[in-house]
């Protein structure tokens, strides 16, 4: 691994979850980050605080990723104020609501593709010309999902989708960027109980059976998500580009 101190990192999506998992292991590894959030500021601003406490810097920045207004001033604000972006985490994604196939009308379509591939798109669109900056190398990780692989659990057509387009597109923005030394990889992570995501979209009952059929035989933790992506982020001037790794206790081996 790469020494990550004095590395400029943006996380989307930081307020919680996986995504505050990634922003504070970045920063307990010696990043300056900048947290995007869109629900929670007093969460955010915690976030910010744990970096500052860690000795980097941090500030926190409002946007709605699915509003390309949005999107540009963010990574603007961002860029701004880390000095460039070495590191680029696309978290942002929900299923938003279980919809089965005769339920699904144009404007939901458009809305979950909106959050999980839109809003991806255009924030990596944005920080391009900051991240080729980067002599020595720069790091974009997009969050994926094991529904992505194998279709995800019944309601989640539109969101399982969306999540297996994020591989692809990770693995077409790697053979583009890759010239520029930037590297693309993605996580897909099963699983993931004490985020927002599974105590909105998954019962206990329906956890507890999927547990079951996990071969390591527990659920993962947002932990587990960050210490895979800061190490991605680490391998900076690295050779793993184009690769998702599965984070799911076996479920899924690719």
């Given at each position: 691994?790469?020494?990550l101190?004095?590395?400029?990192?943006?996380?989307?999506?930081?307020?919680?979850?996986?995504?505050?998992?990634?922003?504070?292991?970045?920063?307990?590894?010696?990043?300056?980050?900048?947290?995007?959030?869109?629900?929670?500021r007093?969460?955010?601003?915690?976030?910010?605080?744990?970096?500052?406490?860690?000795?980097?810097?941090?500030?926190?920045?409002?946007?709605?990723?699915?509003?390309?207004?949005?999107?540009?001033?963010?990574?603007?604000?961002?860029?701004?104020?880390?000095?460039?972006?070495?590191?680029?985490?696309?978290?942002?994604?929900?299923?938003?609501?279980?919809?089965?196939?005769g339920?699904?009308d144009?404007?939901?379509?458009?809305?979950?593709?909106?959050?999980?591939?839109?809003?991806?798109?255009?924030?990596?669109?944005?920080?391009?010309?900051?991240?080729?900056?980067?002599?020595?190398?720069?790091?974009?990780?997009?969050?994926?999902?094991?529904?992505?692989?194998?279709?995800?659990?019944?309601?989640?057509?539109?969101?399982?989708?969306?999540?297996?387009?994020?591989?692809?597109?990770?693995?077409?923005?790697?053979?583009?960027?890759?010239?520029?030394?930037?590297?693309?990889?993605?996580?897909?992570?099963?699983?993931?109980?004490?985020?927002?995501?599974?105590?909105?979209?998954?019962?206990?009952?329906?956890?507890?059976?999927?547990?079951?059929?996990?071969?390591?035989?527990?659920?993962?933790?947002?932990?587990?998500?960050?210490r895979?992506?800061?190490?991605?982020?680490?391998?900076?001037?690295?050779?793993?580009?184009?690769?998702?790794i599965?984070?799911?206790?076996?479920?899924?081996?690719?």
């Amino acid at each position: 691994m790469g020494s990550l101190k004095g590395k400029k990192a943006l996380v989307t999506g930081a307020e919680q979850g996986i995504g505050q998992a990634v922003a504070n292991l970045l920063a307990e590894n010696g990043c300056d980050v900048a947290i995007h959030y869109y629900a929670s500021r007093e969460m955010a601003e915690e976030n910010a605080n744990f970096t500052r406490s860690k000795g980097g810097r941090s500030d926190i920045f409002h946007a709605d990723l699915t509003k390309e207004e949005d999107a540009v001033a963010m990574v603007s604000a961002a860029a701004q104020f880390l000095g460039g972006i070495d590191i680029l985490v696309n978290n942002v994604g929900d299923l938003v609501k279980r919809k089965f196939l005769g339920e699904i009308d144009m404007d939901f379509w458009k809305r979950v593709y909106d959050i999980n591939v839109t809003s991806a798109m255009m924030v990596t669109r944005e920080a391009l010309p900051y991240l080729e900056k980067n002599s020595d190398g720069a790091s974009i990780i997009n969050l994926a999902s094991l529904a992505g692989r194998k279709g995800g659990h019944p309601g989640s057509l539109v969101y399982s989708t969306c999540k297996g387009a994020i591989l692809t597109w990770t693995r077409a923005l790697s053979n583009e960027l890759s010239p520029k030394g930037i590297r693309v990889n993605a996580v897909a992570p099963g699983l993931i109980l004490g985020t927002k995501f599974h105590a909105t979209h998954t019962t206990k009952e329906s956890a507890d059976e999927t547990i079951k059929g996990i071969p390591l035989g527990r659920a993962g933790n947002p932990e587990d998500v960050a210490r895979t992506i800061v190490f991605l982020a680490s391998e900076y001037d690295g050779f793993i580009t184009g690769a998702t790794i599965d984070i799911n206790g076996g479920v899924y081996c690719a």
